[in-house]
């Protein structure tokens, strides 16, 4: 059983920056593919960006490339996501997620999912 905790959301202005965290209980950090995914009130679960297991290779929803970072120490059992040049089109709970399963888009593919953190960018 992998549990996920994420810390660093908050309120920032446009154009501001934020760096999320996510810790992963267990001895396993290593073997799981690592994402964040993104949900704004009344819309659905969307792909922000995901990080393969040795961290070489990482992937990103086109509307955050460019902007946003993600990250990983598996010494730490820790992923990261630093954004910057924040929107207020990025206002959402920012969710970190675990899979074995290979990369995806989908978050129907990710088997653990942390709490969420509230992440709000005011114009």
């Known amino acids: 059983q992998v549990q996920l905790v994420e810390s660093g959301g908050g309120l920032v202005q446009a154009g501001g920056s934020l760096r999320l965290s996510c810790v992963s209980s267990?001895?396993?950090?290593?073997?799981?593919?690592m994402g964040w995914f993104r949900q704004a009130p009344g819309k659905e679960r969307e792909f922000v960006a995901a990080v393969s297991t040795s961290g070489a290779s990482t992937y990103y929803a086109d509307s955050v490339k460019g902007r946003f970072t993600i990250s990983r120490d598996n010494a730490k059992n820790t992923v990261y996501l630093e954004m910057n040049s924040l929107k207020p089109e990025d206002t959402a709970v920012y969710y970190c997620?675990?899979?074995?399963?290979?990369?995806?888009?989908?978050?129907?593919?990710?088997?653990?999912w942390g709490q969420g953190t509230q992440v709000t960018v005011s114009s």
């Open positions: 997620t675990a899979s074995d399963r290979g990369i995806s888009y989908h978050p129907r593919l990710y088997d653990y």
């Open positions: 267990g001895r396993t950090f290593s073997r799981y593919i």
